[in-house]
């Protein structure tokens, strides 16, 4: 909360009159000074800590959850209940109904290079992880969807891409562009986090291990 400037202190010279004349400046003794300044002191301290409060208290996802992740502190997915239409079929498909599987959500447009370069390497993955409970989601960001239609038949994509129309879903996720990663085990739990082009290294590095668990 802004801090407004505190009026000066005025002192009055030996030869000073007392009462002062009528000039519209007010007198504070020594004593008073002592007092008021510790006091102006405590004032900043408070508004600054009720400035860190608020910034701590509305810290984005973007650093927490990189943040929880880095440290092996695996959050739940947020929005897990929200259900985001499909691009190109009926229906819709939420996080909490892929519960049980492994999932890299892939957040992508039709007009990003990067996310051109690594769809390839994202369907070769969804072969490998098909038969063992798994899939790639993608999901749609700040794109239209005729776009995004005509990106994924020309990079051949079968696995499922949805739709976020409002944008809630992958800002909620500390999203800021496009491509960005996430792996999902099969608890609902983040455990990998990746806001730059896939590798296939990375990609095998932090799935590959999640297969083999059931559970």
């Not at 007010?26 to 002191?41: C, D, G, T, W």
């Amino acid at each position: 909360m802004p801090i407004r400037d505190a009026k000066p202190f005025v002192t009055l010279g030996t030869n000073a009159a007392w009462p002062p004349a009528a000039s519209g400046r007010a007198y504070y003794s020594p004593i008073m000074r002592r007092f008021a300044i510790p006091a102006a002191v405590a004032l900043v301290a408070a508004g600054l800590l009720a400035l860190l409060a608020f910034g701590v208290a509305h810290q984005g996802s973007n650093s927490s959850i990189d943040a929880l992740v880095a440290r092996g502190d695996f959050p739940a997915a947020p929005h897990a209940q929200t259900r985001l239409p499909f691009l190109n079929a009926p229906g819709s498909q939420s996080l909490a109904g892929l519960r049980g599987k492994v999932v890299v959500v892939n957040v992508f447009a039709s007009w990003c290079g990067p996310c051109k370069a690594e769809a390839p390497m994202l369907e070769q993955e969804q072969r490998t992880l098909t038969p063992k409970n798994a899939t790639i989601l993608g999901v749609t960001y700040l794109d239209n969807s005729d776009a995004s239609q005509a990106f994924v038949r020309q990079q051949h994509i079968t696995y499922p891409v949805v739709r976020d129309v409002s944008g809630g879903f992958v800002r909620s996720f500390g999203a800021t562009g496009v491509p960005e990663t996430f792996v999902i085990n099969r608890q609902g739990r983040i455990t990998g986090v990746w806001r730059f082009q896939l590798t296939s290294d990375w990609l095998r590095r932090n799935v590959q291990p999640l297969l083999s668990k059931r559970s």
